[in-house]
């Protein structure tokens, strides 16, 4: 059922987050041009949204970098890695293969490859591969160090106090990582387009690789390590510095 809750929740993620670029993006659709701020609010919300639905079953990692950074730090099983990371990645190849069910006219109506590419996958603003990969870093460095400290105030509020940490984790914390991975598409997400989730990249460049969409260019494989190996990277790192700190869990 976990494995099955991280395959939904990444779809949902990648079917909300690039539906938003995609309506942003491609040829008379009613959002065109509605620009950065609009995405980086899908994303955030995408997030929010995905975290609610299966936040209780599996803890709604719904990106690999999540799952290795709390493995690396003793906060998940490396026994279920393996499937979580699969899950998730195969949900990024369904969640992306809906949007381009949902926007189906649209790929014949827009010319720009790279737009359509867009739509599934990160590209860098500037292709720089060392300043690429130290961005993908520093932000899910800036993912994971956020997410911990989110979590760590689920706890009870003091002595004698109503303890209110389940109402936190359930109702307040998805919002809360929604608004993290927002600010983060804000601060950071402009040099390469804040992948910070190797399956929310891999899998829908995978879907961009296998489906018929009118007027597609190439997948840019020469780039795709990059916001693969970069967040693992970052991730790990976030949740190392975090715990090191000691600062609660």
């Keep these: 059922m976990q494995y099955l809750a991280e395959f939904i929740g990444t779809a949902i ?10 309506g942003v993006l491609l040829n008379r659709s ?4 509605g620009g950065w701020i609009v995405i980086t609010f899908g994303w955030g919300l995408a ?3 995905a975290v609610y639905v299966v936040g209780q079953i599996s803890g709604a990692h719904i990106n690999p970098a999540v799952t290795l950074g709390l493995a690396s730090i003793g906060q998940f099983s ?5 499937g979580y990371v699969a899950a998730q990645i195969a ?11 949902h926007y189906l006219p649209h790929w014949r109506e827009t010319e720009d490859a790279e737009a359509k590419l867009a739509a599934f996958s ?12 130290l961005a993908e870093v520093i932000g899910t460095f800036m993912l994971l160090f956020g997410i911990l400290g989110i979590n760590g105030n689920a706890g009870p509020l003091g002595e004698g106090r109503v303890d209110l940490s389940a109402l936190f984790a359930t109702g307040l914390a998805p919002l809360l990582i929604g608004l993290l991975v927002l600010v983060i598409g804000l601060s950071l997400g402009g040099p390469t387009g804040y992948a910070i989730n190797p399956a929310r990249d891999l899998g829908p460049r995978i879907a961009h690789a296998l489906l018929p969409i009118a007027g597609k260019g190439g997948s840019d494989w020469s780039y795709a ?23 609660p869990l």
Excluded: C, D, E, H
Excluded at 78 to 82: D, E, K, N, Q
């Design 30 to 33: 009613k959002a065109q041009n």
């Design 91 to 101: 949900g990024g190849i369904a969640g992306s293969t809906l949007v381009w069910l």
């Design 13 to 22: 993620l990648v079917l909300l987050g690039n539906g938003v670029v995609a």
């Design 78 to 82: 490396w026994t279920m890695v393996p």
């Design 47 to 49: 997030v929010a949204m």
């Design 122 to 133: 990160t590209a860098p603003a500037v292709r720089n591969i060392p300043a690429n990969f």
């Design 225 to 247: 390590w990059v916001p693969v190996v970069a967040p693992v990277v970052g991730g790990v790192l976030g949740a190392v510095t975090y715990s090191l700190l000691g600062l």
